[in-house]
């Protein structure tokens, strides 16, 4: 092995390591390390003086690998590739030694300390004498893009997509554009009729020349990788026959929705066998036909609203619906302009009023007189029927936890406000476009919180409530800046694909297969013609998985090659 | 076993006053800065939440609405403009009417027109019957005392105890279907009967210090009300025990000197009250019902026209005087007809038999409370 020069630095992070790691020593310590050419310790090796340290030593001491021990490599390891970069050396040459979260900030014995971070800094300069000098590739990225789902937040992705003067490709399972918004009457707490919010949609969408809806359609194949998808879409034609279409996208929008929780669920509220208990969604067509009415058409005297059904419970979701508070408040006002003398009260567990405007329509409902009746998660009110001599349909027990009263109220019309819940098919769709679920069944991002469009398979982006539940803003949002991050990639024309993946030795691979399904990102392709596997380098994620298996050994991690990881397991073993 | 609700309850209470119940969401400011709430009589969060849910039985057996003196600290702090304070008094109303069994009350608070038109009315009958009974009686408008009055006191104080057993009547069985609303009806508000003996002396306490309104914080509101309450017993003492004194031509300067001082306090307190609630300045005098008004402006005709019809007797114009005098009739015997048993009047019963009452229901429920608990130690509740 050629002999190379290697610089280590160590970031003192303020007192983040310094307080505990004796930085001095691990300096003197570093010094003595094979083919070490300098060791220094500086207060914030990510600050601009540090990355510009690590420049000029590159520069004038002709350094040719550099070690940072740090923070986590999630943290910084781009930072430090970039420097070696600018100082004109291979971004690969770089290791980093993770002496924060793994050392100072999970250990209180400074001797102990320092000596576990010398073992780690021994390990990388070990590590990275091995490491080879790796090229990124760029790939074409075909600007056209699939949009599954055709609720508002497909309709929305699609529009500013092909505002942007690219072609959408808008699957949509169902006969017609809108989704579960179409079956809304007002929108909460504006009371905007959703009506209005999806006409304007739907008709931009049928209008436009870039984009082309697929009804009756649903996506039966997916193949490729970022840029370079093929999707394959079975459409039904006027007869009702499928007929299978073929095209290529450069991204993928998931934005499948959700469906209602099933009401009869819960034996509690006689969903199914009191003619007068109805869910939220048979309430929303009473009022998109405009009468409010009882099972026999007479008008309702009491209305009764039950929150939470299905959400936040122990037996069916733990989760919030986050919409169906403000939807019950808007059943409120509704029932009390429809019919004004009618009582309305609302049955809940706490009131989740945390959008712009929604404490404001929270107080408003209270002054339209609606009583609102707190019951505990876990003890459900019961619905019963009316005894003979009473004047109302139905009588509901709560245990009323304001008051600590245990009350009987009357009742005409029960409305069961319906959780959201993962489709009952989101995992076809999960493992069409290979992303993953969470144990509600949701589709899970790439980051809940600095990243919440993207998923763990690059060109794949998820939006509005198949991620999760959400109100209209959320999903309006999460899907125009699902749009927003593939324009910007498609704006760029190729992209760059990390350097680090797995490849087959061609010549020694057998052929087995065993690779091809156990990559967990369907990265693995299988030559037919020539027998053997290959890796597709743009969808490959370097887990290493396919590496350990093989057991021709034919499978090379790049940047986790045997040598390497065997050099580093030698270094920490002091 | 559940209670029945009546959620229509709250509409009905909006004609007593109670407009802002309903914006109440529990966070319980109001009860937490109220000076007299305490571990027996939450409130006012739990009246305010009996009354938006409409739990009819558990309010007309609830003492808590007369044990409030409206300070308006609960609706100052309140976040939601709910009016706790406001509310606690449509209570007092709508109990008043609750425990008056002719109904007259709840007409009278239902509909302000009735309660003033039957006032009118009955005036006018008094008026009527007055001047009849005078000349009936052989009575000189021009003679204001002695032989051939036109009104003379000895009737007049005749008619005067005829009334006052009759308002005696009305405002006992008011009473006692108070007491059998808070303290019998249901089983666990029952007391044993050596309470009611051991706490009787703060019947009389209450009615003649008003010590419990002291404690509302502010002093200048609790001594405007006792003056204008000891006012009007001194005066109610003259009327029923001293009015041929009061209306004779010779000057009993011991009789007068407590008249003039009564006057000026019921005159001057009136006066001060409706200065404030035209003012609002205070919460307790933003919300004013119809019957605040009538209470207020009656008490203050009645007075005005009492010493008049005197300045006037003295003044040597004795036909004005008589004048006045039936005019001071008119006014003064629908107040204490009407407003004593069904309206406004009546808390000078309910208030000081409230608090009789929730001395001897703190007692028994303080003793019915679990032991406290030692210092660390949790109480388990029972599955």
């Given amino acids: 092995m050629q002999s190379c020069k290697i610089g280590v630095y160590i970031c003192q992070c303020g007192t983040n390591i310094a307080k505990m790691v004796d930085c001095e020593a691990l300096v ?97 300069v070990l590590r990275v004498a091995r490491h080879e000098a790796l090229e990124r590739k760029t790939v074409d990225m075909c600007p056209e893009v699939l949009v599954i789902g055709g609720g508002i937040a497909g309709l929305t992705a699609a529009l500013d997509i092909a505002d942007a003067g690219h072609r959408v490709h808008l699957v949509e399972r169902q006969g017609s554009l809108g989704g579960n918004l179409a079956r809304i009457d007002l929108t909460a707490p504006f009371l905007n009729a959703a009506r209005d919010l999806l006409t304007e949609r739907i008709t931009r969408v049928t209008e436009s020349e ?129 019919i004004p003398g009618c009582h309305v009260s609302d049955i809940y567990i706490d009131m989740h009023a945390f959008g ?29 029927r009316a005894d003979p001599g009473d004047t109302c349909d139905m009588l509901i027990e709560v245990n009323e936890q304001l008051s600590g009263e245990t009350i009987e109220i009357p009742a005409d019309l029960v409305v069961l406000m319906v959780g959201m819940e993962a489709r ?82 061609e010549a020694r691979c057998s052929g ?55 050099a580093q397991i030698e270094g920490v073993l002091l | 076993m559940a209670i029945r609700v ?32 305490d571990e027996t009589f939450l409130f006012p969060r739990r009246s305010m939440r009996l009354l938006q849910m409409g739990l009819e039985r558990r ?50 608070y239902r509909s302000p027109k009735a309660e003033v038109l039957a006032m009118a009315g009955l005036g006018l009958a008094v008026g009527i019957g007055l001047v009849a009974w005078g000349l009936g009686t052989g009575g000189d408008i021009r003679i204001y005392d002695g032989p051939g009055a036109f009104l003379r006191s000895e009737h007049v104080h005749r008619f005067d105890w005829g009334m006052a057993a009759v308002l005696v009547g009305l405002l006992g069985t008011n009473a006692v279907r108070m007491w059998w609303f808070t303290m019998y009806r249901d089983k666990e508000s029952r007391v044993p009967l050596s309470l009611y003996i051991k706490h009787v002396l703060t019947l009389p306490y209450q009615f003649f210090t008003q010590k419990r309104y002291a404690e509302c914080g502010e002093r200048k509101p609790w001594l405007l009300h006792l003056g204008l309450m000891l006012s009007y017993l001194t005066m109610l003492v003259l009327i029923m025990f001293f009015l041929g004194t009061m209306q004779s031509d010779t000057w009993h300067w011991q009789a007068h000197a407590f008249g003039y001082l009564a006057t000026v306090g019921l005159l001057g307190a009136t006066a001060w009250m409706i200065r404030g609630r035209v003012r609002k300045q205070t919460p307790l005098h933003r919300h004013s019902h119809e019957s605040d008004w009538v209470f207020l402006v009656q008490l203050f005709a009645v ?47 309910y208030r000081p038999l409230a608090m009789y009452f929730a001395a001897m229901r703190r007692e028994v429920l303080r003793a019915r409370a679990p032991a406290p608990l030692p210092a660390g130690a949790r109480r388990v509740q029972a599955a």
Avoid at chain 1, 521 to 548: H, L, Q, W
Wanted: charged letters at 20%.
């Fill in chain 1, 512 to 566: 087995c297969r065993i690779c091809n399904d156990l990559c967990p990102y369907s990265a693995i392709e299988f030559d037919a013609v020539k027998k053997v596997s290959r890796v597709i380098s743009a969808v490959c994620k370097a887990c290493g998985a396919c590496g350990a298996a093989c057991p021709s050994g034919a499978i090379k991690a790049r940047h986790f090659t045997d040598a390497q990881i065997f």
């Fill in chain 1, 424 to 505: 009952s098919d989101a995992h076809e769709v999960a493992r069409l476009v290979n992303i993953s679920q969470d144990k509600e069944g949701w589709f899970i991002e790439s980051h809940p919180k600095l990243d919440p469009v993207a998923t763990t398979t690059d060109g794949v982006y998820i939006a509005g409530t198949c991620a999760a539940p959400k109100d209209i803003p959320d999903t309006v949002a999460q899907a125009r800046a699902s749009a927003a991050r593939i324009l910007a990639k498609v704006a760029r024309g190729r992209i760059e694909v990390d350097a680090v993946y797995a490849e087959v030795d």
């Fill in chain 1, 356 to 384: 712009k405007g929604h404490e404001d329509f929270y107080r408003r409902s209270s002054e339209v007189k609606t009583l609102f009746l707190m019951y505990r998660k876990g003890d459900r009110p019961v619905i019963r």
């Fill in chain 2, 59 to 108: 309010i007309e057996g609830s003492l808590e609405p007369w044990l409030c003196y409206y300070c308006g600290q609960c609706s100052d702090q309140c976040p939601r403009d709910a009016e706790p304070g406001e509310t606690m008094m449509s209570l007092r109303r709508w109990l008043t009417s609750r425990y008056d069994f002719t109904g007259i009350s709840r007409l009278f």
């Fill in chain 1, 28 to 124: 003197a310590f570093a010094e003595t390390l094979p083919e070490v050419a300098l060791a220094k310790t500086y207060k914030y090796m990510c600050s601009n003086p540090g990355q510009d340290m690590i420049v000029q030593d590159i520069q004038a001491n002709g350094l040719d690998r550099v070690v940072v021990a740090a923070c986590s490599p999630r943290m910084h390891e781009r930072t430090f590739r970039n420097a070696l970069q600018v100082a004109g050396l291979n971004p690969y040459f770089f290791e980093m030694a993770n002496i924060r979260e793994h050392c100072s900030w999970v250990h209180d014995d400074p001797v102990a300390a320092t000596q576990k971070a010398k073992a780690l800094v021994r390990g990388a």
């Fill in chain 2, 6 to 37: 009546n959620p229509l309850l709250i509409d009905d209470l909006e004609r007593y006053g109670a407009e802002d119940v309903q914006k109440c969401y529990h966070c319980g400011n109001c009860s937490a800065v109220c000076p007299h709430t």
């Fill in chain 1, 210 to 338: 870039r984009i082309d809806v697929m009804l009756h359609s649903r996506v039966v194949n997916l193949d490729g990788f970022i840029g370079n998808y093929r999707a394959t879409v079975e459409v039904r034609d006027a007869d009702g026959l499928p007929r299978k279409t073929e095209f290529l996208v450069g991204n993928v929008i998931v934005a499948t929705g959700y469906q209602e929780f099933e009401a009869s669920r819960i034996t509690h509220y006689g969903y199914g066998k009191l003619p007068n208990v109805v869910t939220s969604f048979e309430f929303e067509l009473m009022l998109r036909h405009g009468r409010i009415q009882m099972a026999d058409g007479h008008l309702p005297r009491f209305v009764s609203i039950i929150h939470c059904v299905g959400s936040r419970s122990q037996e069916f979701h733990g989760y919030c619906s986050r919409v169906c508070c403000m939807t019950a408040l808007k059943y409120a006002h509704e029932v009390r302009s429809a």
């Fill in chain 2, 303 to 349: 007075a005005f026209t009492g010493i008049l019809q005197h300045v006037l007797h003295r003044a040597g114009q004795p036909l004005a005087g008589n004048v006045v005098y039936v005019i001071h009739m008119m006014v003064a015997v629908p107040m204490l007809v009407l407003e004593v048993p069904f309206s406004k009047w009546a808390h000078l019963v």
